[in-house]
């Protein structure tokens, strides 16, 4: 059978798919034109952000050494390596064109009642909220999520950008899914002035969600650059999807969508071109049983 055949027979039946989720390697768009229509009732992208560099995490290597450059606890001496960590590229010719191309798919396989969370950042934010206005329709935009946290270094001589955007849009208008319940709740900031009861439950959260960054040294922190938190991907799972159903991510990295998905009793699609990504992925879902592996990157033969 030929490559292209395989895969839509393998992915048709994903409406069906009783894995726990699935990660394939290679080109989203292949994979989007493969897929059925209306099968898929949230996905959330947190595409390159076009900033034209290489996305890259250097790992620092801490070893004893006499003649090393750190000093420790009790005066031992230490040696600090920089290891070159998983990296991709992000620079495009034609940004928009190429997210497009991909939005148009996004928005076919998408159930009635599904919806999009679209992470970006500033650079191209503005430009992409009028494609997405394009292809979803201005009425199906529900809200600008800002994600804001503090973390880093700040310029001298403007304010420091601290913040990504999520776009949320739904397919149809008034269908989308949006479980109030569902959503953790957070500290009010003034909790003296609601009441003892109203402050111990907390509020729903705004549209503007402060959450720190990944710890650079922590149990979540994996070697992939430009990883996302698991609370924001928590958030969204929870409230725009339902147990069992799949949940999709086409930019996957380091596969924090599916971490989230599984743990919600959701399944998951995550696709990737990068094979630093998958790798990252084989070590962070190995305690997950039931997820199958698939590699459409290889010529066919
Ligand atoms: C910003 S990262 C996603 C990070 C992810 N949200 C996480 O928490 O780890 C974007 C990812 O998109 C992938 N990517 C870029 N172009 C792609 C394409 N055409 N098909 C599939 N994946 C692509 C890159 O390899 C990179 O891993």
Redesign the pocket.
């Known amino acids: 059978m030929e490559r292209a055949s395989v895969l839509v027979n393998v992915l048709s039946i994903l409406p069906r798919m009783k894995a726990t989720g699935r990660v394939v390697l290679?080109?989203?768009?292949t994979?989007l034109r493969s897929l059925p229509d209306a099968s898929i009732r949230l996905v959330?992208?947190?595409?390159?952000?076009n900033t034209r560099a290489v996305?890259k995490r250097e790992r620092i290597r801490v070893e004893r050494d006499e003649a090393g450059d750190r000093t420790g606890f009790g005066g031992r001496r230490y040696r600090t390596r920089k290891e070159a960590g998983a990296a991709?590229s992000?620079r495009f010719d034609d940004y928009l064109t190429?997210l497009e191309e991909?939005l148009v798919e996004v928005r076919r396989v998408l159930t009635e009642d599904g919806s999009l969370y679209f992470?970006i950042d500033y650079r191209e934010a503005h430009r992409c909220k009028l494609l997405l206005d394009d292809i979803f329709g201005e009425r199906s935009f529900l809200n600008e999520i800002i994600w804001a946290y503090d973390f880093g270094g700040r310029p001298r001589r403007r304010w420091a950008p601290k913040h990504d955007t999520i776009f949320w849009y739904c397919k149809t208008p008034g269908l989308q899914i949006f479980n109030r319940d569902e959503i953790d709740r957070i500290p009010y900031l003034a909790p003296g002035l609601v009441g003892e009861e109203k402050a111990r439950r907390g509020k729903l959260p705004t549209d503007v969600w402060w959450n720190t960054i990944v710890p650079t040294s922590g149990k979540e922190r994996?070697r992939?650059?430009?990883?996302?938190?698991l609370a924001i991907?928590r958030r969204i799972v929870a409230a725009s999807s339902y147990p069992g159903d799949l949940v999709a991510?086409?930019?996957?990295?380091?596969?924090?969508?599916g971490v989230a998905a599984h743990e919600l009793g959701r399944r998951f699609l995550l696709?990737?071109?990068?094979p630093?990504?998958i790798a990252?992925m084989k070590d962070r879902f190995a305690e997950i049983p039931g997820v199958e592996w698939e590699d459409l990157s290889a010529p066919p033969v």
């Open positions: 290679g080109d989203n768009l994979v959330y992208i947190d595409p390159p952000f996305r991709y992000d190429f991909r992470h994996t992939y650059p430009t990883q996302k938190p991907a991510d086409f930019f996957a990295g380091s596969g924090t969508t696709v990737d071109n990068n630093e990504a990252v």
